[in-house]
Structures are given as structure tokens and as C-alpha cells.
């Protein structure tokens, strides 16, 4: 696909003989942002840093604006905020992103982005002794202040209180209305649900999903009902009382859900259907909701319940 | 905070002139390396005060003036200090800390980088090689020789140091690069005629000639001491260990 602003076909990676990028493809439409979202260990991380150049693939190709991740040509155009560090311990902020902009020929102003971001406090603060937050802050000041045309953010919002969260989605958003394009590794659901056009769901190095997030949380069914009530009670039973199309489950051991006829929302008869079982079973049901799909619903359904180690 | 102005983050991409990178980087640098306790410490506190305690404490016995033998030998364990105990230890918590790796994703090109990191060793050992000479004119130092000379062996030691020390920073791991480039720095210090001359080590003195420590207070202590134009032996040592040890780092060196 030509006019992408990130590009990745059939990309594969392994360490020492374990496949942890595997035939994954995805693009970036220029001026969007995607969401790159996968459990822990899914291959992300890898995938971002091939991107960025700091390894290389074994197969498969990758296209950034155009251009082999390792082109120096790239290097101004181009913004990145690893997940930890990337700081002279013994400078102050301030000096950090100072330095930083003198790389590029048309920089933001430094001061007013520290100011921005909630930083111009301890812009005379050595590096080693900010916060974990300001440290994060300070990093993605250092991704955006060359002005580049792409930017990847690895978990940007990772440990920042709520103030912090939204300076950054407001700073991604502004990116976004002027034309940057955003590549966002992230855990949380919200912020992808917030912030992405597109999100692309991976795991065990190959992509589950991918979408936007109202593709991704209204296909299948768009109205659940959930409750939580006695442990192993006869879910066939309840299916054959159901109207024809819909689907129930108990998943884990105690949480029932189901889902309404054909897709279709949750209605009433359905509502009467789960209770009538219920005291046919002698059973209470509890916590009782009735709710649209959230990604999150989505990405756990995608890669599972089990923890990642 | 407020909103941003639409249009005020619209991609205007490009690198800095070479020049404009150079000098922020060199400053940031010097920055470092003069607030850094440990690196103060070892490339100013203690040759200075080694200096001091050696031309004025006569606990080692030397031949002629204290001064004229000691002053050479310092100069050369401040070099030493500097462009490879420094060096190391500085470059491989830089990589620890991921800063190489960030840099490396921003326009500054590593040639540039590494060229401000040599600017920056120049500029400290400027600073050393004033106050060790003010310092030891002051202890009766008479220095000979031509300065030009002296000049050769200052570079290619910082050559051959810089080398040694991206060698070690660029492989190894932040604290392994600091306990070893802490241990060479003293066993160079002792075997490296800083303190003791090489001939206190009898038959052993030959092989520790080749020694980068030695082959830098030797020639020092030729062209300073003696007068002698060329030291060719010792700005042989030096030239072959630098061109191995940047040969080598450049091979081996990992930005993170």
C-alpha cells in the first residue's frame, strides 16, 4: 500500500530460535493514530523498534514514510519515546529537551513546551531526581520538540496521575488535527478507545485484530448483559428459553453473560428470560448490567484471560 | 495549561548545521563531566593533590628534582583519568540509561557525537595540564623541551585512551565499565611511572614500557626532563595502541 506513513508486511523477528514477531503486517494511514495493543510479551515492542531502526527483521519489509527504518534521512522526521529513559541523569530537564531541539533546524520552543506539559518547575531539576511522571513528561517532550511527521509513543501515560494523562491526550489530539501521525503502544483500553482511529490488536507476534475501535467493539454483538450468580447452573437450559440468535456463557466459573438476538441490543424479553431462570434455578443474580461492548471486552476476548508472564 | 494553538505542532522537519549539533553537544557534555563528582575527583582532586604530596613528601626516592620527575608522570595519569577512566565509565552508563539508544533516533549523527564527547576530554585536560603546570612551577618544576612535542604525546595518549575507553564503556555494563575502569586506573597508576619509576620494577620494566600509562610519562619525562625533540619509542606505543583500540571499539562498541 503506497502513501502509508508506517508500512509493515509479513514482518518477522525470533530470538534464539523463538518466533516473537510472526508474519505481522500493518499500516498507518499519514496523519492518523494507531493503537498497538497486545498482553505483555506479544511482540510490540519488538515491532516499534524494528520500525525504529534499533534491530533488524529477519524477513518481511518495513516502509517508515517511505523509507528503510535505518535511512538517516528519516532520523529528523521522525519522533520516539522509548518506554523508560533516554536522559543524561546529570542534566536538568530543561537542558535535556534545550539540547534536543538544538538537533533540529525548526524546533518547538522548548520553554513553552516544558510550560505545556507542566514542567517548568523543575526545568531547572537535574534529570535523575524528577518523578517518574515528569520523567515520562520530559520524554515525550523530547519526541515531539524537532516537529517531526511521525511519532511512536511507547506507553506514554504509563504511571502518570490524571492531570498528567490528559496533558499528554490533549498534546496527542493536537498532533493529530496537525497532521501528525501517531504510532501508541499501550495497555490501557481507555486511551486507546480515546485516542486511535485505528487499533491494531497483537499477540504471540501476529495480529489478532486490527480496525477501528467502532469496527472493532461493534462487531459481533453490541448489547451484553452480564451478571454474576451461583457457579455451574445449566446454560443450555437458558439458551433454549433465550430468542432464537442469542448466545450465553459462563466465563469465568460465576460470571454469566449474554449476548442479544442476531447482534441486536439486549431487550426486554431477553432481560425476563435470564430472571425467570434464575428462579427456576433458586438462584440470585447479582451485580446485574447490561452494556455495550467496550474494547476492553474485545481485547480480552482476542488473547484470553490468562495472565501473561 | 492551555490549548494548543491549531497549527503550532504542523511537522516542519530537519536536522540542525552540523556545527549548531556540535556545540550543543560539546557543552552538554563538559556539563556532565565537571559536575560529576567522581569524574572531578579523579581527573583534578587527585592529580593535583598527588602532585603535591609527591614533590613535597620524600617518601619516594627519585633521581634529580622531585618536581621534574613527578609533574610528567601526573600529567600523563591525568590523560589517563580523563579521556579513558572518565570516558568509560561515563559512556556505559550513558548506554545503562538508554540515552545513546534515544540519541540514536535523533538527527545527530554519531560522528558528531563522538566528536564532541573527544571536544569535551580536550577542553578537561586543557583545564588539568594548566593547573598541573601552575601548580608544579610553583613546586620548583624547570620544564625543557619543545612544546610541540609535548602536544603529540598529549593527543595520541588521548588517542589511544579514548580508545581503551569506549573499548570497556561501549561493552560492558554500567557497573562492571565503573569497578573496572576504577581498578585499571590504579594498577596503571602503580605499573605506569606515575608514582614510582618504571625502573623500581627491574627485569618486568621492558615489558611495562609498552604499557599506555608508561609510554606517555616516559615520553613526557623524555621531552620534559631531558630535552629530547622526539620521543619516537614512546609516540610508537602510543599510536599502535590507539589504532587498535579504536579499531577495535569501533567493531565492537553497542549503543545500548
Redesign the interface.
Known amino acids: 500500500m503506497t502513501g502509508s506513513a508506517l508500512d509493515v508486511v509479513g514482518l518477522v523477528k525470533s530470538y534464539s530460535g523463538r518466533r516473537v514477531v510472526d508474519e505481522l503486517s500493518l499500516q498507518v494511514r499519514p496523519g492518523t493514530v494507531l493503537a498497538l495493543l497486545g498482553p505483555n510479551g506479544a511482540g510490540k515492542t519488538t515491532t516499534v523498534e524494528i520500525c525504529q531502526g534499533f534491530r533488524s527483521a529477519d524477513a518481511g519489509s518495513v516502509r517508515v514514510l517511505g523509507l528503510p527504518p535505518r535511512d538517516p534521512a528519516l532520523r529528523p522526521r521522525i519522533g520516539v519515546m522509548p518506554q523508560a529513559g533516554g536522559a543524561y541523569p546529570g542534566l536538568r530537564c530543561g537542558e535535556m529537551l534545550h539540547l534536543v531541539a538544538a538537533y533540529a533546524a525548526h524546533p518547538l520552543d522548548p520553554d513553552d513546551l516544558l510550560e505545556r506539559l507542566g514542567l517548568q518547575e523543575v526545568a531547572r531539576t537535574a534529570y535523575r531526581r524528577l518523578s517518574g511522571g515528569q520523567q515520562q513528561r520530559l520524554s515525550l517532550a523530547l519526541a515531539v520538540v524537532g516537529r517531526p511527521e511521525l511519532v511512536f509513543l511507547d506507553e506514554p501515560t504509563a504511571g502518570l496521575d490524571p492531570q498528567a494523562r490528559h496533558a499528554t491526550w490533549e498534546l496527542v489530539e493536537a498532533l493529530r488535527s496537525d497532521g501528525v501521525t501517531t504510532v501508541l503502544t499501550t495497555h490501557l483500553l481507555d486511551e486507546a478507545e480515546r485516542l486511535a482511529d485505528d487499533v491494531v490488536v497483537v499477540d504471540h507476534g501476529r495480529v489478532v485484530a486490527a480496525g477501528t475501535v467502532h469496527e472493532l467493539t461493534s462487531r459481533g454483538s453490541t448489547g451484553q448483559l452480564r451478571f454474576a450468580s451461583t457457579p455451574g447452573l445449566d446454560v443450555d437450559q437458558l439458551l433454549m428459553a433465550l430468542p432464537p440468535g442469542c448466545a450465553a456463557k459462563e466465563s469465568p466459573a460465576g460470571q454469566y453473560l449474554v449476548e442479544g438476538p442476531h447482534g441486536a441490543a439486549i431487550n426486554p424479553q431477553v432481560l425476563a428470560t435470564v430472571t425467570a431462570w434464575c428462579a427456576t434455578n433458586d438462584a440470585m443474580a447479582a451485580d446485574l448490567r447490561i452494556e455495550s461492548r467496550s474494547l476492553e471486552d474485545v481485547f480480552l476476548e482476542l488473547t484470553g484471560r490468562g495472565l501473561r508472564p | 495549561?492551555?490549548?494548543?494553538a491549531?497549527?503550532?505542532?504542523?511537522?516542519?522537519?530537519?536536522?540542525?548545521?552540523l556545527p549548531?549539533?556540535l556545540?550543543?553537544?560539546t557543552v552538554?557534555e563538559l556539563?556532565?563531566v565537571l559536575?560529576?563528582g567522581e569524574q572531578v575527583l579523579l581527573s583534578l582532586v587527585i592529580p593535583l593533590g598527588l602532585l603535591v604530596v609527591l614533590v613535597t613528601v620524600p617518601f619516594i626516592p627519585v633521581d634529580g628534582p622531585r618536581a621534574d620527575f613527578f609533574v610528567p608522570g601526573v600529567l600523563a595519569l591525568a590523560v589517563m583519568s580523563t579521556a579513558f577512566t572518565g570516558q568509560a565509565i561515563g559512556v556505559g552508563?550513558?548506554r545503562q540509561?538508554?540515552?545513546l539508544?534515544?540519541l540514536?533516533?535523533?538527527?545527530?549523527?554519531r560522528s558528531v557525537l563522538l566528536l564532541a564527547k573527544t571536544l569535551a576530554v580536550l577542553a578537561v585536560e586543557l583545564l588539568q595540564v594548566t593547573l598541573l603546570s601552575a601548580v608544579g612551577l610553583a613546586l620548583g618544576w624547570d620544564p625543557r623541551g619543545h612544546v610541540l612535542a609535548v602536544v603529540a604525546l598529549v593527543v595520541l595518549g588521548t588517542a589511544a585512551f579514548s580508545g581503551l575507553g569506549l573499548l570497556l564503556g561501549g561493552t560492558m555494563r554500567g557497573l562492571t565499565v565503573l569497578a573496572a575502569a576504577n581498578l585499571l586506573w590504579f594498577v596503571l597508576l602503580v605499573l605506569g611511572g606515575v608514582v614510582f619509576p618504571i625502573s623500581a620494577f627491574g627485569g618486568a620494566a621492558a615489558a611495562l614500557e609498552l604499557l599506555p600509562t608508561a609510554a606517555l610519562s616516559s615520553g613526557l619525562r623524555d621531552v620534559l626532563v631531558d630535552g629530547v625533540g622526539l620521543p619516537l619509542q614512546s609516540l610508537v606505543v602510543l599510536a599502535v595502541w590507539a589504532v587498535l583500540s579504536l579499531g577495535a571499539a569501533s567493531r565492537l562498541f553497542r549503543w545500548?
Do not use: I, S
Request: aromatic residues 8%; proline residues 15%; glycine residues 10%.
Open positions: 495549561m492551555t490549548a494548543w491549531p497549527g503550532a505542532l504542523v511537522p516542519r522537519p530537519g536536522a540542525a548545521p549548531r549539533m556545540a550543543a553537544q552538554a556539563k556532565l559536575r560529576n552508563f550513558e540509561y538508554g540515552v539508544k534515544r540514536g533516533v535523533t538527527p545527530l549523527p545500548e
